[in-house]
């Protein structure tokens, strides 16, 4: 789905608007009830990549005109012909539904959106009920807020809510919010205004959707502060949604503030985490723009993510080809991440022309196996650097192990068994090719292209590691520059080295083993934001590694780095240079 799908428009169109308006997740207990909505990711289908593209012949009635009741329903035939099968399962109509071809809005008696008569003409029961019939569901799209041109100088009724209008829902002075300001902020101290999301929770119900993407929610889509916030919006939508009796898939969107991540879990059955991963160009995305950007995004959010709601890294567009904008290669290494991350998976291609190699992405049980079943997220196990290794240990002992070569160039990339927590022999199981490749011994290494990708799963058959851990904190260790030692409630033994900036070092002094040799050297670190710092051993030439961000400044995640040590004993420098780096709660070192 978009991220700012409904308002990710040109000038002329903004115009018109503004007239009118790494810890491992944890598994629930044993005892939790099963979610009754998002037990799994979701699957689907959905419009905005097509209606945002610029791609010849997609949009031929002007921007945005590809959203169309015929459209939907070509995409709604072709998905249970060749996607069903697979899992795919909600048709998602996104932004325009109520507007006509140059944007402008319709509404009902109530102050509610009403369907284009031209883009729609059976109304959006029938659409939902032809994507019914075909034993699919059905998902639609609202913004955030009371839409301007709702507002109708404030005496628009409210349905079902005796006494109630437009006036009475939002406030005096007509505040804006939502990521684009089309709206007015809704005022839940006032009687009226639960009324009004009520009266909107009904109208698509009683249509038969199942699924409501609500966009441009805050604090995220790209505001802050007090007008944007919309957590109250989505907490009524929450209730009343439940009022209705329907199931229906809430999903926010986009950019969703990670500091309020227990709102959106409590709320609501997913979150977009990032920006529109649409490129707004001739193609449906881009590499840069901005696909790659979830590999530095999605770390932080890995812990949220679990049955009842999930992370979404938006629609994964990896079956048309030319029309998508990537090489074969790219198409590979989104959907291995998207499907490792447990994101929703689902496409806003044209599923009526999927070619054979993209059919085949979307397709591949194993793969999706991985996002569909019961092992946890991935997370890095290395930095974010160009070269990653992203793993999750899974409910019967093996591991999942992707393998990404995020440089411009070709290079080889190494899964190192002690990152792990094991040493020795393993078997590896590529997904993509459903082929067992073998037993290797400590490591597996891949040549990879350039944006490359190889998604294993691993069974150990050596044994486990053993490790050596040193506090940062330790009064053998050394400080330099501003690092200072701080409390920390998340940390081993309650304690950090921080104010790693502007030449801060940590230096870990006594650090013992028996033989010489490169070492993975597990580092658990706090950090609000990926920072990059500065590792090297007994004085010599340093690595600069970047640590994704831990979400925020409370909680450790770690990653393993190469540091190539002598017998005997040793120093492990953490270095800021120039910049800022994480704070260091701890390292451990393998004994062998």
């Given at each position: 789905?978009?991220?700012?799908?409904?308002?990710?428009?040109?000038?002329?169109?903004?115009?018109?608007?503004?007239?009118?308006?790494?810890?491992?997740?944890?598994?629930?207990a044993?005892?939790?009830?099963?979610?009754?909505?998002?037990?799994?990711?979701?699957?689907?289908?959905?419009?905005?990549?097509?209606?945002?593209?610029?791609?010849?012949?997609?949009?031929?009635?002007?921007?945005?005109?590809?959203?169309?009741?015929?459209?939907?329903?070509?995409?709604?035939?072709?998905m249970?012909?060749?996607?069903?099968?697979?899992?795919?399962?909600?048709?998602?109509?996104?932004?325009?539904?109520?507007?006509?071809?140059?944007?402008?809005?319709?509404?009902?008696?109530?102050?509610?959106?009403?369907?284009?008569?031209?883009?729609?003409?059976?109304?959006?029961k029938?659409?939902?009920?032809?994507?019914?019939?075909?034993?699919?569901?059905?998902?639609?799209?609202?913004?955030?807020?009371?839409?301007?041109?709702?507002?109708?100088d404030?005496?628009?009724?409210?349905?079902?809510?005796?006494?109630?209008?437009?006036?009475?829902?939002?406030?005096?002075?007509?505040?804006?919010?939502?990521?684009?300001?089309?709206?007015?902020?809704?005022?839940?101290?006032?009687?009226?205004?639960?009324?009004?999301?009520?009266?909107?929770?009904?109208?698509?119900?009683d249509?038969?959707?199942?699924?409501?993407?609500?966009?441009?929610?805050?604090?995220?889509?790209?505001?802050?502060?007090?007008?944007?916030?919309?957590?109250?919006?989505?907490?009524?939508?929450n209730?009343?949604?439940?009022?209705?009796?329907?199931p229906?898939?809430?999903?926010?969107?986009?950019?969703?503030?990670?500091?309020?991540?227990?709102d959106?879990?409590?709320?609501?059955?997913?979150?977009r985490?990032?920006?529109?991963?649409e490129?707004?160009?001739n193609?449906?995305?881009?590499?840069?723009?901005?696909?790659?950007?979830?590999?530095?995004?999605?770390?932080?959010?890995?812990?949220?993510?679990g049955?009842?709601?999930?992370?979404?890294?938006?629609?994964?567009?990896?079956?048309?080809?030319?029309?998508?904008?990537?090489?074969?290669?790219?198409?590979?290494?989104?959907?291995?991440?998207?499907?490792?991350?447990?994101?929703p998976?689902?496409?806003?291609?044209?599923?009526?022309?999927?070619?054979?190699?993209?059919?085949?992405?979307?397709?591949?049980?194993?793969?999706?196996?991985?996002d569909?079943?019961?092992?946890?997220?991935?997370?890095?196990?290395?930095?974010?650097?160009?070269?990653?290794?992203?793993?999750?240990k899974?409910?019967?002992?093996?591991?999942?192990?992707?393998?990404?070569?995020?440089?411009?160039a070709?290079?080889?990339?190494?899964?190192?068994?002690?990152?792990?927590?094991?040493?020795?022999?393993?078997?590896?199981?590529?997904?993509?090719n459903?082929?067992?490749?073998?037993?290797?011994?400590?490591?597996?290494?891949?040549?990879?292209?350039?944006?490359?990708?190889?998604l294993?799963?691993?069974?150990?058959?050596?044994?486990?590691?053993?490790?050596?851990?040193?506090?940062a904190?330790?009064?053998?260790?050394?400080l330099?520059?501003?690092?200072?030692?701080?409390?920390?409630?998340?940390?081993?033994?309650?304690?950090?080295?921080?104010?790693?900036?502007?030449?801060?070092?940590?230096?870990?002094?006594?650090?013992?083993?028996?033989?010489?040799?490169?070492?993975?050297?597990?580092?658990?670190?706090?950090?609000?934001?990926?920072?990059?710092?500065?590792?090297?051993?007994?004085?010599?030439?340093?690595?600069?590694?970047?640590?994704?961000?831990?979400?925020?400044?409370?909680?450790?995640?770690?990653?393993?780095?190469?540091?190539?040590?002598?017998?005997?004993?040793?120093?492990?420098?953490?270095?800021?240079?120039?910049?800022?780096?994480?704070d260091?709660?701890?390292?451990?070192?393998?004994?062998?």
């Amino acid at each position: 789905m978009r991220s700012s799908s409904y308002f990710a428009l040109p000038a002329r169109a903004l115009l018109v608007l503004a007239l009118m308006a790494v810890a491992v997740p944890t598994a629930h207990a044993a005892d939790t009830p099963a979610p009754t909505l998002a037990a799994k990711p979701y699957m689907g289908w959905t419009s905005w990549s097509m209606q945002s593209s610029k791609y010849p012949g997609l949009n031929p009635d002007g921007d945005y005109s590809y959203l169309t009741e015929a459209n939907v329903l070509k995409q709604t035939d072709a998905m249970a012909a060749k996607l069903k099968t697979y899992g795919y399962e909600y048709v998602n109509i996104d932004a325009g539904w109520w507007m006509d071809k140059t944007w402008k809005s319709g509404f009902d008696q109530y102050g509610r959106q009403k369907p284009d008569p031209v883009r729609f003409p059976s109304g959006m029961k029938a659409v939902a009920d032809r994507i019914h019939a075909k034993g699919l569901k059905a998902g639609i799209y609202l913004p955030a807020g009371l839409e301007k041109a709702a507002y109708g100088d404030g005496k628009t009724p409210v349905w079902n809510a005796d006494g109630c209008t437009t006036a009475d829902v939002v406030y005096g002075d007509l505040r804006t919010t939502n990521g684009w300001d089309s709206a007015y902020k809704l005022d839940f101290s006032k009687p009226c205004t639960a009324k009004y999301i009520d009266s909107q929770a009904q109208l698509i119900a009683d249509w038969g959707y199942d699924f409501l993407k609500l966009d441009g929610v805050g604090p995220g889509s790209g505001k802050s502060g007090d007008q944007y916030d919309n957590v109250a919006d989505v907490a009524a939508w929450n209730k009343a949604i439940a009022a209705t009796g329907r199931p229906i898939h809430l999903e926010l969107s986009w950019s969703l503030d990670i500091g309020h991540a227990a709102d959106w879990k409590k709320y609501s059955q997913g979150w977009r985490i990032d920006t529109d991963v649409e490129c707004y160009c001739n193609t449906l995305v881009s590499w840069e723009n901005s696909v790659d950007d979830r590999w530095d995004d999605t770390p932080a959010w890995t812990r949220h993510a679990g049955p009842g709601g999930w992370n979404d890294l938006d629609s994964l567009d990896v079956g048309n080809g030319a029309m998508d904008g990537l090489t074969k290669a790219e198409r590979q290494s989104y959907a291995t991440l998207w499907a490792i991350a447990k994101s929703p998976l689902y496409t806003g291609d044209d599923l009526t022309r999927l070619d054979s190699y993209g059919l085949s992405l979307l397709t591949n049980r194993e793969v999706i196996a991985l996002d569909q079943g019961p092992n946890p997220p991935a997370h890095p196990v290395t930095p974010s650097d160009p070269q990653q290794v992203w793993a999750a240990k899974n409910p019967d002992g093996t591991y999942t192990v992707a393998l990404f070569n995020l440089a411009d160039a070709p290079a080889a990339v190494s899964a190192d068994w002690s990152t792990l927590g094991f040493t020795g022999n393993a078997a590896v199981r590529d997904l993509w090719n459903h082929e067992n490749l073998g037993t290797f011994k400590n490591k597996v290494t891949q040549a990879l292209p350039a944006h490359g990708s190889r998604l294993f799963t691993v069974t150990p058959r050596g044994t486990a590691l053993a490790l050596t851990g040193y506090e940062a904190e330790s009064s053998t260790n050394t400080l330099g520059g501003n690092a200072s030692v701080a409390d920390c409630s998340a940390c081993s033994h309650g304690k950090k080295v921080g104010n790693l900036y502007l030449g801060g070092t940590l230096t870990f002094r006594d650090v013992v083993v028996a033989k010489a040799g490169t070492y993975q050297i597990k580092v658990s670190y706090i950090s609000g934001d990926a920072r990059s710092v500065d590792v090297s051993a007994n004085g010599g030439g340093a690595t600069r590694h970047k640590l994704p961000s831990t979400g925020d400044w409370g909680t450790v995640a770690s990653v393993y780095v190469p540091v190539t040590l002598k017998a005997g004993t040793n120093t492990i420098t953490f270095d800021s240079g120039t910049g800022y780096a994480p704070d260091i709660d701890r390292i451990d070192v393998p004994k062998s």
